[in-house]
C-alpha cells in the first residue's frame, strides 16, 4: 500500500538526521564543557530528540490518517455504487457482427504504444443502471465477475489510463444471460464513455441464450465487442475474434478434491450429467446393459435425506454417489450437450483427471484456438454416440494416460480458478496482437513436467552444410608468436580452411607487423580484445561467416591436414555437435559423492577438448549472450574450463553427446607445452573435476551424454593401398 | 557570553531543524508528484461486502438445464459433424474416388489424378469410396468449369478441390461439400471443414520437387534483413537500414543497398514482407522455399493446412497497420527465435509444399485424421521433422515409437533388440549366428524366417533369449513386414550367412541407440550414376565413401518396416537398372518399401545430384582416386547376397573397426554451381534419389585402440 511506503520514507528520513546531528554536534563540543553546562546541553540534546521524535510521530500519523480516508473510499459497499437512469428510448448497439475479425471490427491503433507487447486492459468503474422505472437492470455483480475483474486489475495487463488503454471491460456483469434484462442491459452498454459500437471491448458470457431455443451466444446487442464466451457452436463462433471459454463450476471449486495420478480406474466410462435430454438418456443406458460394470450412468439422486445437498450427490440404482469424487474412478468421462452446448461438467472432469468424452456436435472447446483438445478428449460426434464404447477402447492405454495428464494440466492451468480464465482470455487476445511475441503451441499445451524434459534442438533441420563454405579456424593467443605461425601455416594447408581469425589477448603487447605474419591462400583477421579472458575465444564475432567454426589453440601444431578435413566432413554430417579430437570423460565418484573429470583411457567419451574443435557458430553466440549462471564469468575468473562450458552448453541446448574422430587421444610433442602437459598435474585434474560440480549444479542436471564410439575415416587401418585413401594422414595417438 | 552564545547558536540550530524536519515533508509532498498508485486506489476495489456476492448461476441451475433435442445445423453453414457422412469410411480408411473430366483431360486435372492414383487412398469404384473428389479446373471446356457430377448428392462427402484459383464461376450449389481451395480469405473459410491450399505456380513439380534453398542455418552477416513482395511479382530487398518504408512503397527514400529482383527470382533476405493482396500468395510459397521467413503483413488469409500446421513456427503473421511495432520486432527478434523460424520453413516446404503430390496427400491425409479423430497424427507429428506424412498414425500415436522425436521428448529408445534372421534357400540353420546373438546383453528374442523349400530343423538350439521359428515366407521383402511378434523399437536384421561375434552386436547395437534414426550397419556399397546404362548402379567395392549399408547385417528401428503397403512402390518399376532388394538405403527417414516416392528429396540427402556430378569431375578423380571401375556397374540383380556375404566372411567384419558404419558423403567440387540443374537427366517415375551420401566417417568404439582399455571402477548414477 502506498501510504505505508511513504511512512517508511519517512521514517528513514529522521534517523538519519538524527544520526548527522548527533555526529556533527554532540560528539565534538561536550568533552570541552563544563559539567554543569554538560547538564544542560544534554537536557537541550534531549529536548531536541523528543522534539525529532514528535516529528517522526507527526509524518507518521497524518498520513495513516489520509491514507485510512484513501482507504476507506476504495473499500466500498456494493450497495453505495453510483446509480445510473437508463431512459427508455437510449440507443441499443446493434446485433452482434457475425463477419467481425481482428482486422476489421478491432481497432490495433490504440494498442499501438503499448511497451513490452502487453496489451493494456481497462475496467470501467462499478455502476448501479436501472430502467426509468427505478427497477433495476440485473444483479449489479456476481461474485465471479467480481473475481474476474479482481483479477484483471490485479494483472500486468492492467491500466487505469482510459487513453492509454487498447482493450475495455465493462464491468456490466453478462456472465449468465438469465440474469439480465436484454434491451436494458444493451443500452447500459451503448452509454458506456468509450463504447464506439462496442470496438475493442470485452465481454465476459458464460451462460448464453435463454429457454426457449438456447443460442449458442449472448444475445445481448453487443456490435463489434469482442465476446469471450462458453458453450460458442460453430455457426455463432467468429474464429480468430471471440475467445471461447469454460463454463465455471462454482459448487465443485469449494471441494476439496486431491490430484489422483492417471492409470486404469475402477469405471472404463461413466456419465455424472444430471439433465439429459431423454434421447441421450435411452443411449447411455442401452450403452450401460450392453457393457455392463464398466459403464456407470449416474442420475440425480430422488430420495436423499434432509440436509443433504442434492447438487454433491449421484445415484446409480439405489447405490449414493458423492460428486465431483465419483469422477476420480472413472477413466472415460461423457460431456453430453444439455440445453447449452458448454457443460460446467467439463471443468470436473478435467479436475478429476478424467479424460472428456465431448459429444455435442459443433461445439468449440474452451480456448480451442490455443489448446490442443486432442491431447486431452475424445471428441465423438453425436451420431456415433452408440459407437463411443469401441472407439474409446481402441484407444492403447499409454495414450489414455498420457490423455489423463493432459486433461488433469489443463484444469491446473486454464480451468481451475476465473482469475485463470481471464488471465487466458487476455493472453489469447494479446498473442493475436502481436503475433510475433505470442506463447507457441508448447508453452500452452505442454505440461510442466514435459517442457523440463524436452529438450528443443536450435539446430533440429538436418541440413548439410555445402562443403564448398569451409570452415573458420579461430586462434586464441597471448603472445607466443612462434608457435602461433606455425599452427597459421598448419592449419591454412586444410582445403576446406575460409578464413582464419587470430583473437590477440595481450592488451600489452601489439601482435607482429602485417608483413611478419605467414602467407597464407586465405583471409586472415587480427582481432584485438579489450580484456584477457578466455570467452573471448567464444565470441560471435562479424567475421566469422561460416557456420562452421573451428576453435584451435595457439600451439596445437600437431594435427595433419587431413586429420582436420577430416574433422571437417564428420561436422558437416553433425552440424550440431561439437566435434574434436581428444575426448574426455565425466564419472560419478562414488566416494566423495561428487563428479569427477577423466582424461585417462576409456572406453566412453562425454566430452571433446575445444583446444581444436569444429561446432556451429551459432553456439558461439549461446556461449556469449545465453550461458546459464555465471558460468561465463567463473570462467573467465579462473581462466580455465572453458572446453568443458562449451561442452555442457551444447550437450543442454541439443541433447546429444559429442563426436569424437580420430584415435588422437592426446596433443603431445615434444617441443611445445600441450595443454595435456598441464593436464596431467594433480591440481589440473582437481579443478576440472571443480569445474564439472559446479557447472552441473548450475544447469541443474548433468546434460553430459557419454557415448562409446568415435568417428574414423571409411578405410582407416583397411588393407588398401595408402595413395588411394581420402585421409591417409590420419595420425596415431 | 560565550555559553549563552553556544546556547543561542544550538537553539537556533535545534529550532531549524525542527523546522526543517517538519516543513520539508509536506513541501516535499507537493513538489514531487505522487506516483501513479498502480492497482490499489485506481484499480478494481475491494468490495467490504464481496463476501455476500451471489453466484452468477444458481447451485440448481448449471444442472437443470432443461432437455432440448439436439439441434441441426442452422443457415448455410457447414461443419465436419453435419456435412460429412463418416460411417462410409470405416474399416478401410480413407478411400477417394476422382471424377474424371468429361472433356479433354486438362494438365491440372491429370496431376491430380496421377497424384492420387498410386497412392493407398485410390479406389476406382465410386461406390466403396469415402471420399468423392472433384476437381475444378481452369482449363475445361469453354464456359462452365465443370458439370455436376453424377454421384453429387448434395454435395455430400465430397471435395471441390480447385489447386488454381478458378476464373470462371461455379454453374452448382457448393451444397455439403468441402472445398479445398488456394489461400481462401478467413471469411468464407469453415474452419474443421474446408481445406485451405498454397497457391501453387502452374509448373509446380508433380513429384519429389525442388528442395529448399536454405543452405546454412544461421542467417548470412550480409545479407539484407528484408525483401518486400512487389504487386507485380518480383521481390524488392531492403537494406538493413530500414525505415517504414514497405509501407505506402516509400522504400525509394531508403538508404542502404537497394535491389530489385524480377519474376521468379528468389529474395536472399532474412525476412520476406508480403502485403495482403490476393495475388501475393504465390510469393508466400517462395519465400517459404528460400528460407525467408515469410511475414505476412494481413490477417486475411488462411494459412495452408492451418487446421495441422502451426505456422507460428515458421512465419509472422502480423497486421500493417501496427508498422513500428512490426519492423521494431523483426530487427530485435533474437537469433534462436530467426533460426528456429528459418529451419521450420524448410522443414515445411519440404514436407507439404514442394510438389503437386506432397499437396493432394496433406489433404487427403487431413482429411483421414478428421475421420481417424483420437487416432489423428498429434500436431508434434504434423509439425516437426520429418513431417506427418513419413511418420504415419497408422503405427502409432505416441511420438515415443518413433525414432524422430526422442530428443524432444527427452526420452530413450527401449534398451533391447530383437534379432530377425532370414533364412533363405540352401535352409542350413544358422546355429552359430544364433549363438553369437543370443549372446548379447542386449537381445531380446530372436525370429527366424525359414524361407527355404527345406522344412526346418525340429530341434533348436537351447538359448537365454525366447527363439520363434515362422515359415513360409518365401518373398525376401517380407523380412520387412511389420510382424507383431517383435516388441522392441530397434531390430537386427540378418542373412543366415552373415557371421558376428557377440561384442560386435553389442557394439553396433550401442551406435544405433545414440543414432536410432538411422540404419546402422556392418557391410557398406555405394551408389552412382552410371552414364553408359542411363541409370544409377551400385558397388559393393571398397571405397572411400558409402551410402547404403546392407541389411544382411544391421540394425534399423521398428517404425521403418511399417511403411504400409498400399504407401509402397514397386523398385523395379522404378527404375530398369537396379534391383534394390539387398541394399536398403541409409536415408533413415524412409521406410525400406517407400523409399521411393516418399522419401524428401532433400531432408537428408540434399546433394546426391551434385555429388555424383562431383563423383565423376576428373579434378575430384585426382584428388581421390576411385578404387573401382565406375564403367562396369555391379548392380542389374547381378549381386548375389553370397557375395556380400563372402566378404562379410574374409574377416572383414571380424575387426573390431570395420563393423563400424561406413557411410559417404557427398563431396561436390566447389567447381559445382549452387542448386544449378543436376546434369543427368532425370530418371522417369524417380523424383529424386533418397540415399544419403554420408561422410567418409564410421563409427568405432572409443576404446578400439591397441591399448588395454581403462576398466571403470565407478559408475554412472542411475
Known amino acids: 500500500m502506498p501510504w505505508a511506503e511513504e511512512c517508511e520514507e519517512g521514517a528513514v528520513w529522521v534517523i538519519m538526521c538524527a544520526a548527522v546531528k548527533y555526529n556533527l554536534r554532540g560528539p565534538a563540543l561536550i568533552p570541552r564543557m563544563k559539567t554543569r553546562h554538560r547538564i544542560y546541553y544534554i537536557t537541550l540534546f534531549s529536548i531536541v530528540l523528543l522534539g525529532l521524535i514528535a516529528t517522526g510521530v507527526f509524518q507518521f500519523w497524518p498520513h495513516s490518517i489520509e491514507s485510512s480516508n484513501d482507504w476507506s473510499v476504495e473499500k466500498r459497499s456494493i450497495r453505495d455504487v453510483p446509480v ?29 504504444f503499448n511497451p513490452k507487447n502487453k496489451i493494456k486492459v481497462y475496467i470501467y468503474s462499478l455502476k448501479k443502471y436501472v430502467d426509468d422505472s427505478g427497477v433495476p437492470v440485473s444483479n449489479t455483480i456476481s461474485r465471479e465477475y467480481n473475481e474476474l475483474l479482481t483479477a484483471i486489475s490485479d494483472s500486468d495487463y492492467y491500466t487505469d489510463d482510459i487513453n492509454r488503454a487498447c482493450l475495455f471491460v465493462p464491468s456490466i456483469d453478462v456472465l449468465n444471460q438469465n440474469a439480465l434484462r436484454i434491451k436494458e442491459t444493451a443500452q447500459a452498454l451503448a452509454q458506456l464513455s468509450r463504447w464506439d459500437r462496442g470496438t475493442n471491448h470485452l465481454l465476459f458470457n458464460m451462460l448464453p441464450g435463454g429457454p426457449p431455443d438456447y443460442n449458442t451466444a ?120 444439455g440445453a447449452r452446448l458448454g457443460q460446467a461438467v467439463l471443468s470436473d472432469v478435467l479436475r478429476a483427471g478424467c479424460v472428456p468424452v465431448v459429444i455435442a456436435d459443433s461445439y468449440i472447446l474452451p480456448f480451442s484456438e490455443v489448446l490442443d483438445w486432442k491431447r486431452a478428449s475424445v471428441v465423438v460426434p453425436e451420431e456415433k454416440m452408440s459407437d463411443v464404447y469401441s472407439i474409446l477402447q481402441s484407444i492403447p492405454q499409454r495414450q489414455i494416460e498420457e490423455m489423463q495428464r493432459q486433461a488433469r494440466w489443463f484444469w491446473e492451468a486454464y480451468f481451475q480458478s476465473i482469475k485463470a480464465i481471464a488471465l487466458a482470455t487476455l493472453q489469447i487476445i494479446n498473442d493475436r496482437i502481436y503475433p510475433y511475441a505470442a506463447s507457441s503451441y508448447e508453452e500452452w499445451n505442454d505440461p510442466p513436467t514435459v517442457k523440463w524434459g524436452s529438450v528443443s534442438n536450435p539446430l533440429f533441420l538436418p541440413l548439410i552444410p555445402p562443403q564448398s563454405q569451409g570452415f573458420t579456424a579461430i586462434v586464441l593467443t597471448y603472445d607466443r608468436v612462434e608457435s602461433l605461425f606455425r599452427v597459421i601455416t598448419e592449419v591454412s594447408k586444410v582445403p576446406s580452411l575460409a578464413k582464419l581469425l587470430v583473437v590477440w589477448n595481450n592488451q600489452n603487447k601489439n601482435p607482429p607487423e602485417d608483413s611478419l605474419w605467414p602467407k597464407i591462400r586465405v583471409p586472415l583477421k587480427v582481432v584485438r580484445t579489450a580484456e584477457n579472458k578466455l570467452s573471448n575465444r567464444f565470441f560471435p564475432y562479424d567475421e566469422i561467416e561460416t557456420e562452421a567454426v573451428l576453435a584451435i589453440d595457439d600451439d596445437i601444431i600437431m594435427l595433419t591436414s587431413d586429420e582436420l578435413q577430416f574433422g571437417y566432413e564428420v561436422w558437416r554430417e553433425f552440424p550440431d555437435r ?14 566423495m559423492n561428487k563428479w569427477k573429470y577423466e582424461s585417462e583411457w576409456t572406453n566412453e567419451v562425454s566430452m571433446v577438448l575445444t583446444g581444436a574443435a569444429f561446432y556451429h557458430k551459432y553456439f558461439n553466440y549461446l556461449y556469449t549472450y545465453k550461458m546459464p549462471g555465471d558460468i561465463k564469468s567463473w570462467v573467465d575468473a579462473h581462466m580455465n574450463c572453458e572446453d568443458i562450458a562449451m561442452n555442457f552448453l551444447v550437450a543442454n541446448v541439443t541433447g546429444k553427446a559429442v563426436i569424437k574422430v580420430t584415435p588422437r587421444k592426446k596433443f603431445k610433442c615434444p617441443e611445445c607445452t600441450a595443454i595435456d602437459g598441464l593436464s596431467l598435474d594433480q591440481t589440473h585434474m582437481v579443478e576440472r573435476s571443480e569445474c564439472i560440480n559446479k557447472f552441473a549444479s548450475v544447469f541443474g542436471t548433468m546434460p553430459l551424454k557419454v557415448v562409446e564410439h568415435r568417428a574414423d575415416p571409411v578405410l582407416y587401418k583397411d588393407d588398401f593401398p595408402e595413395k588411394l585413401k581420402s585421409f591417409p594422414n590420419i595420425g596415431s595417438l | 557570553m560565550q555559553s549563552w ?387 504415419l498414425s497408422t503405427f502409432s500415436t505416441s511420438p515415443s515409437d518413433f525414432p524422430f522425436y526422442h530428443v524432444q521428448q527427452g526420452s530413450r529408445p527401449v534398451g533391447r533388440f530383437s534379432a530377425l534372421i532370414w533364412v533363405g534357400a540352401p535352409g542350413k540353420p544358422p546355429l552359430k549366428l544364433i549363438q553369437a546373438v543370443a549372446g548379447s546383453q542386449h537381445c531380446a528374442q530372436i525370429l527366424v524366417l525359414w524361407s527355404s523349400e527345406k522344412p526346418p530343423p525340429p530341434r533348436w538350439p537351447e538359448t537365454a533369449v525366447p527363439l520363434t521359428v515362422s515359415e513360409g515366407h518365401r518373398k525376401v521383402s517380407d523380412r520387412f513386414f511389420p510382424y507383431n511378434a517383435i516388441s522392441t523399437d530397434a531390430i537386427l536384421s540378418l542373412d543366415a550367412h552373415s557371421s558376428l561375434s557377440t561384442s560386435e552386436v553389442d557394439f553396433a547395437f550401442v551406435v544405433w541407440q545414440s543414432f536410432p534414426e538411422r540404419m546402422v550397419g556392418f557391410l557398406t556399397w555405394n551408389h552412382f550414376w552410371d552414364e553408359a546404362l542411363g541409370g544409377w548402379g551400385y558397388t559393393a567395392e571398397r571405397a572411400n565413401e558409402f551410402s547404403m549399408v546392407l541389411t544382411s547385417a544391421a540394425f534399423y528401428h521398428r517404425r521403418l518396416r511399417a ?112 542448386g544449378g540443374p543436376s546434369p543427368h537427366p532425370p530418371v522417369p517415375q524417380l523424383a529424386a534419389v533418397p540415399l544419403c551420401a554420408a561422410p567418409a566417417l564410421r563409427l568405432c568404439g572409443a576404446g578400439a585402440d591397441p591399448l588395454p582399455a581403462m576398466p571403470f571402477s565407478t559408475s554412472l548414477p542411475s
Open chain 2, 5 to 391: 552564545r553556544r546556547k543561542a547558536l544550538l537553539l537556533a540550530l535545534s529550532a531549524s531543524w525542527l523546522l526543517v524536519l517538519l516543513g520539508a515533508f509536506p513541501l516535499l509532498r507537493l513538489a514531487v508528484p505522487t506516483r501513479p498508485r498502480a492497482g490499489a486506489s485506481q484499480g478494481w476495489p475491494r468490495w467490504l461486502d464481496a463476501e455476500l456476492l451471489q453466484s452468477f448461476s444458481q447451485p440448481g441451475e448449471l444442472l437443470e438445464d432443461a432437455p432440448e433435442p439436439p439441434q441441426g445445423p442452422r443457415g448455410g453453414s457447414c461443419d465436419w459433424g453435419a456435412c460429412f457422412d463418416a460411417s462410409k469410411c470405416r474399416g478401410g480408411g480413407l478411400k477417394v474416388f476422382v471424377y474424371s473430366a468429361a472433356g479433354p483431360v486438362s494438365e491440372t486435372h491429370r496431376r491430380i489424378l496421377a497424384s492420387i492414383e498410386g497412392s493407398r487412398y485410390h479406389t476406382s469404384n465410386a461406390a466403396e469410396a469415402c471420399l468423392l473428389l472433384l476437381p475444378l479446373t481452369r482449363d475445361s471446356s469453354a464456359g462452365e468449369c465443370s458439370p455436376v457430377p453424377p454421384q453429387w448428392n448434395g454435395g455430400r462427402n465430397h471435395l471441390v478441390l480447385s489447386l488454381h484459383p478458378a476464373p470462371c464461376p461455379r454453374t452448382f450449389q457448393l451444397g455439403q461439400a468441402m472445398v479445398a481451395e488456394a489461400s481462401p480469405t478467413v471469411d468464407t473459410f469453415r474452419h474443421g471443414f474446408d481445406v485451405a491450399l498454397p497457391l501453387l505456380p502452374e509448373a509446380h513439380a508433380l513429384r519429389g520437387g525442388a528442395p529448399g534453398q536454405l543452405r546454412q542455418h544461421s542467417p548470412h552477416p550480409r545479407v539484407a534483413l528484408l525483401a518486400l513482395a512487389e504487386e507485380r511479382g518480383g521481390w524488392h530487398t531492403a537494406g538493413t537500414n530500414f525505415s517504414a518504408c514497405p509501407w505506402d512503397g516509400r522504400c525509394e527514400q531508403d538508404h542502404g543497398p537497394e535491389q530489385t529482383h524480377p519474376g521468379a527470382t528468389l529474395p536472399n533476405a532474412t525476412f520476406c514482407l508480403i502485403p495482403g493482396h490476393r495475388p501475393d500468395a504465390s510469393h508466400f510459397l517462395q519465400a517459404l522455399q528460400a528460407g525467408c521467413i515469410p511475414v505476412l503483413l494481413s490477417p486475411r488469409w488462411e494459412l495452408p493446412f492451418s487446421e495441422v500446421i502451426d505456422w507460428t513456427k515458421a512465419a509472422i503473421v502480423t497486421d500493417k497497420r501496427l508498422p513500428l511495432q512490426v519492423l521494431a520486432a523483426l530487427q530485435q527478434m533474437p537469433l534462436t527465435r530467426v533460426l528456429a523460424l528459418r529451419q521450420q520453413t524448410q522443414f515445411l516446404w519440404d514436407a507439404y509444399f514442394s510438389s503437386v503430390e506432397k499437396v493432394i496427400h496433406t489433404t487427403l491425409e487431413i482429411i483421414q485424421d478428421r475421420i481417424f479423430g483420437a487416432s489423428a497424427h498429434p500436431s508434434l507429428l504434423w509439425n516437426s521433422p520429418p513431417g506427418a506424412l513419413l511418420a
Open chain 1, 84 to 112: 445510473v437512469r437508463l431512459p427508455a428510448d437510449s440507443p441499443i448497439p446493434e446485433r452482434g457482427d457475425l463477419s467481425c475479425r481482428m482486422h476489421t471490427c478491432f481497432h490495433v491503433y490504440r494498442c499501438g
Open chain 1, 218 to 337: 449472448l444475445d445481448v446487442p453487443r456490435d463489434r465487442a469482442l465476446l469471450a464466451g462458453g458453450g460458442f457452436s460453430t455457426w455463432t463462433y467468429r474464429q480468430g475474434y471471440d475467445v471461447s471459454i469454460p463454463v465455471y463450476s462454482p459448487l465443485s471449486a469449494e471441494v476439496d478434491l486431491p490430484e489422483r495420478g492417471p492409470g486404469p480406474r475402477r469405471y472404463f466410462l461413466l456419465s455424472s450429467q444430471t439433465a439429459l435430454h431423454p434421447e441421450y438418456r435411452e443411449e447411455l443406458d442401452a450403452l450401460q446393459a450392453r457393457h455392463g460394470a464398466s459403464v456407470l450412468v449416474l442420475e440425480k439422486c430422488t430420495n436423499l435425506s434432509e440436509g443433504v445437498p442434492a447438487v454433491r450427490k449421484r445415484c446409480h440404482r439405489h447405490q449414493v454417489f458423492d460428486y465431483p469424487q465419483v469422477l476420480q474412478e472413472a477413466t472415460f468421462c461423457m460431456v453430453l450437450r
Open chain 2, 563 to 674: 511403411g504400409g503397403p498400399g504407401r509402397s512402390r514397386s523398385p523395379q518399376s522404378a527404375t530398369a537398372s537396379i534391383r534394390w532388394r539387398q541394399g536398403s538405403a541409409t536415408c533413415p527417414w524412409c521406410p525400406p518399401a517407400s523409399v521411393w516416392t516418399q522419401c524428401s528429396s532433400r531432408t537428408r540427402c540434399p546433394y546426391y545430384a551434385r555429388s555424383i556430378a562431383a563423383w565423376r569431375s576428373p579434378r575430384r578423380e585426382q584428388r581421390r582416386p576411385q578404387p573401382y571401375s565406375r564403367g562396369r556397374p555391379i548392380c542389374l540383380g547381378g549381386a548375389e547376397r553370397g557375395g556380400s556375404a563372402s566378404s562379410l566372411r574374409t574377416g572383414q567384419s571380424r575387426r573390431p573397426v570395420s563393423q563400424c558404419g561406413r557411410s559417404r558423403l557427398a563431396n561436390h567440387s566447389p567447381s559445382a554451381p549452387e
Open chain 1, 578 to 591: 561439437l566435434v574434436g579430437y581428444p575426448g574426455r570423460l565425466h564419472l560419478w565418484d562414488h566416494e
